[in-house]
């Protein structure tokens, strides 16, 4: 069975400082990876997907993602936070034949000025 | 058009109440999901319909009974709900071709059973 882990519940950057944003999956083949950002209340909006090929991702609002198979992991990155990215970011592994997302249990972002 | 909209916003029922969640897109979507999410913690499937045929119920009690109108409309009609049914309810929609897609979710409809 596929899962995700996202090991940082909480995250705290000053606005303008870098961000990278852990997750780690386990799925036997090559996985479709999604990192999705939720606003207080509000649905989830996805920042970027990988399928395949390119392992460096890159996604709206200036975040960017890379694959590393050797690892498990798809890191977001950011370099340079704004106030407005304070959020709950969901990192998503999916199956290839299957329908269904496996969410990881979420990073908060607390983003100070 | 790539937005998924849901109505009602908030949704206030007492556990005897019947009420409907509505869900619609307009991408052409032939995928639609409900999740619940309660607070913070990631979004739990509940169904999944395939071309209007539900194809996934992640044992969902029967006090939560999805319907499938047509290819753009879902609903998730409520009964008899518990206060700890309480939650964000997402809904979202991806393209079907056979294998997984970016799923598209709507803002939610923040239910609470009093």
């Known amino acids: 069975a596929q899962s995700v882990t996202q090991p940082d519940i909480h995250i705290t950057v000053s606005e303008g400082a870098s961000l990278e944003l852990r997750c780690n999956y386990s799925?036997?083949?090559?996985?479709?990876l999604f990192w999705y950002v939720q606003s207080p209340g509000q649905g989830l909006q996805l920042l970027l997907k990988?399928?395949?090929?390119?392992?460096l991702v890159q996604g709206i609002k200036g975040f960017e993602a890379e694959f590393k198979r050797s690892q498990s992991s798809f890191n977001l990155r950011k370099p340079s936070v704004h106030w407005s990215d304070a959020a709950e970011y969901f990192c998503?592994?999916?199956?290839?034949?299957?329908?269904?997302?496996?969410f990881g249990s979420g990073t908060q972002l607390t983003v100070l000025p | 058009d790539t937005e998924v909209t849901q109505t009602p916003k908030h949704l206030v029922m007492g556990m005897t109440n019947k009420k409907s969640l509505k869900c619609e897109q307009h991408?052409?979507?032939?995928?639609m999901y409900w999740y619940k999410q309660k607070a913070k913690k990631p979004p739990e499937l509940m169904f999944v319909?395939?071309?209007?045929?539900?194809?996934i119920n992640e044992s969902v009690p029967s006090r939560f009974s999805p319907e499938c109108p047509n290819s753009s409309l879902l609903n998730l009609h409520l009964h008899a709900l518990q206060p700890e049914d309480s939650a964000l309810y997402l809904c979202?929609?991806?393209?079907?071709?056979?294998?997984?897609?970016?799923?598209?979710f709507g803002p939610g409809t923040r239910l609470t059973v009093l």
């Open positions: 799925y036997g083949a090559t996985p479709y």
């Open positions: 991408m052409g979507h032939r995928a």
């Open positions: 319909y395939s071309y209007e045929k539900l194809s």
């Open positions: 979202a929609s991806s393209q079907d071709h056979g294998r997984v897609n970016e799923q598209f």
């Open positions: 998503a592994v999916g199956s290839g034949s299957a329908r269904q997302l496996t």
């Open positions: 990988y399928f395949s090929g390119d392992t």
